[in-house]
């Protein structure tokens, strides 16, 4: 038995492939392989520096720790579902994988490999969450799951082709697993209802977008709340004579309306500014 290595984990399993007959078998297998081994190459990463194996309706592929992880999970993941598109154009039914990731221990012997990482890998590749999370986007073929820590250490931060914004936070429980684990749709997203890290972030965009395309928030003319005190704005200050000559009356025609203020345009504010100071110089002449 060798030492153990920290690697990532991949595991891929088809859906719904109890329904493909048994003379399709061996050509939907071959595509996959295929398909594995084009899309790890096309990314860098040659037959050297990773391991595969068979699993009858899936693959379990182990990378070598010298992989940048961040490589798998951002290109990869796109390079794959990019090829997985275009084997299902000939295909009168296309296959559609959940392809899960985790990072962790393994160890290999004569027999082949294990750990609790390959475990745990293919507890969430077969869980409920991913199956569901897959037939909730008909036009996707491609859903991820992720380990939380592997989402926390490597998606999180971000990088080229990775998108983080994209994921969202679920718990996968049964058989032998409670944790909690990172869902994701390529090119797609979170399917629609399902109020995830991409619907909030367009929330902000769009609450932050908003806030920069309010009229009249230039220096001196932000609007006080309803009820505040009089809205100040960058227009001249009355000549002292009038303000003194006027009193009371000039103070009140200076204070425009705060609701009838919010309505109109900056201009406008200006010119509605100009009327009431005449109107009090005129009111200081005939007093």
């Known amino acids: 038995m060798s030492d153990a290595l920290h690697q990532l984990v991949?595991?891929?399993?088809?859906?719904?492939?109890?329904?493909?007959?048994?003379?399709?078998?061996?050509?939907?297998?071959?595509?996959?392989?295929?398909?594995?081994?084009?899309s790890l190459t096309k990314v860098g990463v040659g037959p050297l520096l990773y391991h595969k194996e068979d699993r009858g309706d899936g693959v379990l592929v182990l990378v070598e720790p010298s992989v940048p992880k961040a490589r798998l999970l951002g290109r990869w993941i796109l390079e794959i579902n990019e090829q997985l598109r275009e084997l299902n154009q000939d295909r009168r039914r296309p296959v559609r994988?959940?392809?899960?990731?985790?990072?962790?221990?393994v160890r290999r012997d004569g027999a082949g490999v294990s750990g609790k990482a390959i475990d745990l890998t293919f507890r969430l590749t077969d869980s409920d969450v991913a199956r569901e999370t897959l037939a909730e986007a008909p036009?996707?073929?491609?859903?991820v799951i992720v380990s939380d820590w592997l989402f926390t250490d490597v998606v999180a931060g971000g990088g080229p082709y990775i998108e983080s914004r994209g994921y969202r936070r679920v718990r996968v429980t049964g058989r032998s697993v409670d944790a909690d684990a990172w869902v994701y749709v390529p090119r797609i997203g979170v399917p629609t209802g399902?109020?995830?890290?991409?619907?909030?972030?367009?929330?902000?965009?769009?609450?932050?977008?908003?806030?920069?395309?309010k009229p009249g928030t230039e220096a001196g003319t932000e609007r006080e709340p309803d009820g505040a005190r009089?809205?100040?704005?960058d227009a001249p200050a009355e000549p002292a004579c009038a303000q003194a000559a006027a009193g009371t009356v000039a103070d009140e025609r200076?204070?425009?309306?705060?609701?009838?203020?919010?309505?109109?345009?900056?201009?406008?504010?200006?010119?509605?500014?100009?009327?009431?100071?005449?109107?009090?110089?005129?009111?200081?002449?005939?007093?």
Not at 10 to 32: F, K, M, N, Y
Not at 139 to 143: G, I, M, N, R, S
Not at 230 to 233: D, G, K, L, R, S
Request: charged letters at 30%; one cysteine or more.
């Open 230 to 233: 009089p809205v100040e704005t």
């Open 10 to 38: 991949v595991c891929a399993d088809i859906e719904r492939s109890g329904s493909i007959r048994d003379t399709a078998r061996p050509a939907v297998r071959e595509g996959l392989h295929s398909l594995f081994i084009s």
């Open 97 to 105: 994988l959940r392809l899960g990731l985790h990072c962790g221990e």
């Open 254 to 287: 200076r204070t425009i309306n705060t609701e009838v203020y919010n309505k109109i345009g900056r201009i406008d504010r200006v010119a509605v500014l100009g009327v009431v100071k005449n109107s009090s110089i005129r009111a200081a002449d005939d007093e």
């Open 139 to 143: 036009d996707a073929t491609l859903v």
């Open 194 to 213: 399902d109020a995830g890290n991409a619907k909030e972030s367009a929330k902000d965009n769009a609450k932050e977008s908003a806030k920069e395309a």
